[in-house]
């Protein structure tokens, strides 16, 4: 399991770092992504493209950047913490980035030892909000104790109409953990999980409501929230896709909610943990609260159930919190007092 989160942060920030301010979330630097001289063995490799000496473009940068800077800590206990190291080559094609995502199918990459799916992992940067970027695909391999993940990116430039092919790969080897080495223990680590009990109360009330329960969509997010109707449901890894259910330790899920001029935009997953439902909350601080989390007690508490942070703009209000392993966000664009409509109104 170590490291597994590259794959599965690459994807849920994708949008986020396009969209919503991912200059403010940057930690660490570029020291952590070098490149090769060639592309690795068990990657096939399309006919006719060469290799290029560009940079990484900014949009992409931006992204894996931000990747970095959240990869360790979200570890679980006892895991290495510590940033990693992306490898990465690029090359020119004069195929589309359309062609790239029919190349890299399930059963190719199968072939060359990869992990099988059973559906493609490719995705449009357009659909995630990346109009920069045509197509990224995540894959992953097993390998005794060594795991590798690999990130295939395509880009067509506007002027050349040639597509630049970014291949990034990320390859860690589990560590032994000797037999009397001390395991974590949590009263050391009191703002990790949802041991402490909240001081004080919680903004909207959000401690004396009922929990979450199961994974039923309408339950967990109502058609109705007080005048704010439900109108929309989409898969955050797909959003061309409505979902009928959320799976637990999956992607997580868009609502969106409108009452006359005014929209909510709602996000929830749900996680085995407390704990995991709380890094959640440690990631919207990086893209909402510029990477802070609050010590004032009415705009954010972490490690308590409930867990929770408010960050109110000029133009727009933003409330995350969870509920055991319940994450939800609601995004206010219409400000303060239509988030405070919504969250009054809002089960749990």
């Known amino acids: 399991m170590k490291r597994i989160i590259f794959v599965t942060l690459l994807v849920a920030l994708a949008w986020a ?19 090769v001289s060639q592309l690795w063995s068990d990657v096939p490799r399309l006919d006719g493209p060469t290799p290029s000496q560009m940079d990484m473009p900014l949009p992409v940068k931006l992204l894996m950047r931000t990747v970095l800077g959240n990869l360790g800590r979200l570890n679980p206990e006892g895991e290495d913490r510590t940033t990693g190291n992306i490898d990465w080559i690029v090359f020119t094609s004069a195929k589309t980035p359309d062609d790239v995502r029919n190349f890299y199918t399930p059963d190719r990459m199968a072939a060359s030892g990869w992990d099988r799916t059973e559906k493609s992992t490719c995705l449009s940067g357009s659909e995630q909000g990346m109009a920069q970027i045509g197509v990224f695909c995540v894959f992953t391999k097993h ?15 506007d002027s050349t109409r040639q597509t630049n092919v970014f291949f990034l790969r990320l390859e ?11 395991t974590a223990v949590a009263q050391e680590q009191p703002t990790r999980g949802a041991s402490t009990v909240l001081n004080g109360p919680a903004p909207y009330g959000i401690d004396k409501r009922p929990m979450p329960g199961g994974l ?8 109705q929230v007080g005048p704010y109707t439900r109108v929309r449901l989409e898969l955050s890894t797909n959003r061309s ?24 935009f709602v996000e929830l997953g749900v996680s085995s943990s407390a704990e995991s439902a709380q890094e959640a909350l440690r990631v919207a601080a990086g893209d909402a609260a510029g990477g802070e989390f609050p010590t004032d007690p009415r705009f954010g508490s ?6 929770y942070l408010k960050v109110i703009n000029a133009d727009s209000a933003f409330f995350a919190w969870t509920r055991g392993g319940y994450y ?20 749990y």
């Open 172 to 182: 860690t080897t589990a560590t032994p953990v000797a037999n009397n080495a001390p």
């Open 328 to 347: 939800f966000s609601a995004d206010a664009k219409g400000g303060e007092t239509a988030l405070d409509v919504f969250m009054q109104a809002f089960p």
């Open 302 to 307: 972490l490690g308590t159930e409930p867990s």
């Open 241 to 264: 896709v409505q979902p009928s259910s959320i799976e637990m330790d999956g992607a997580s899920v868009y609502a969106t909610y409108r009452a006359g001029a005014d929209e909510i």
């Open 216 to 223: 039923n969509l309408d339950q967990l997010l109502p058609k």
């Open 17 to 35: 770092s396009a969209g919503c301010g991912a200059i403010n979330t940057l930690t660490g630097g570029d020291q952590n992504m070098k490149t």
């Open 143 to 157: 390998q005794g104790s060594t795991q590798a993940q690999l990130v295939i990116i395509a880009a067509q430039d």
